[in-house]
């Protein structure tokens, strides 16, 4: 699976739109880009996952280049709740590669 | 709630001892992984189950370290001879396979493990 690149921690005030980077230069043509977040002490949360357009769902958006070599994730109005470790994730669709493999993500603090 | 269950939460352990986890996947969900975290990393992948087949381990499942699916549904992970060094969370994940785009992970909320 491709490697991905994350901040390691951002900021974002309450009630702004927080835009979550990572870059999967090496991504291939069957790769997804998934996005997890892990509250503290808790197990990973499932977000959105795209493979080349953008996707929008409750909890956000996923904006993918069209070259797809990096994709931003949107909390269009964060709340404290929102704080937590981000990982982007880039894994294969196809059938037999299971495994996430998890870097060591963005932790995000919104602020008050 | 009908998400991934995981029993015990929390379990403080003496070294030596055996422990055994217990992971019960969404219903319907015929993968069901496990994962291992330890502080301030991301989770790493150990094991996973298509229905009661283990289909793939990591070189982090020593010996010591034994998961089972016996019918297909639930599923346990036992440490025999716990060392300091297994502290960690485990993470018991599961999905539905057959999806057109492979298949989304969701996640229990993990068994904390500590070993004195």
């Known amino acids: 699976d491709a490697k991905t690149t994350q901040p390691p921690s951002m900021d974002c005030a309450e009630g702004r739109a927080a835009n979550l980077p990572c870059n999967h230069s090496?991504?291939?043509?069957?790769?997804?880009v998934y996005w997890y977040r892990q509250i503290h002490s808790q197990g990973p949360q499932y977000i959105i996952h795209g493979l080349k357009n953008n996707e929008t769902n409750e909890m956000a958006s996923l904006i993918i280049t069209e070259d797809r070599k990096s994709s931003t994730l949107i909390l269009p109005h964060a709340t404290l709740r929102d704080t937590a470790v981000y990982y982007c994730?880039?894994?294969?669709?196809?059938?037999?590669?299971?495994?996430?493999?998890f870097g060591q993500g963005t932790r995000l603090t919104i602020n008050p | 709630d009908t998400g991934v269950s995981q029993d015990p939460r929390h379990k403080i352990t003496k070294r030596g001892q055996n422990v055994t986890f217990r992971c019960d996947p969404i219903?319907?969900?015929?993968?069901l992984y496990w994962y291992r975290q330890t502080l301030g990393q991301g989770p790493e992948f150990l094991t996973y189950f298509q229905n009661e087949a283990q289909l793939e381990k990591s070189r982090l499942l020593s010996d010591r370290f034994s998961a089972e699916r016996p019918k297909g549904s639930f599923s346990t992970l036992e440490i025999q001879r716990t060392e300091q060094g297994d502290s960690a969370m485990y993470l018991c994940a599961s999905s539905l396979a057959g999806m057109q785009h492979g298949d989304t992970q969701y996640f229990g909320p993990g068994t904390r493990l500590t070993v004195l």
């Open positions: 219903s319907e969900h015929n993968r």
């Open positions: 090496t991504i291939s043509g069957n790769e997804y």
């Open positions: 994730i880039v894994r294969s669709g196809a059938e037999g590669a299971q495994k996430l493999v």
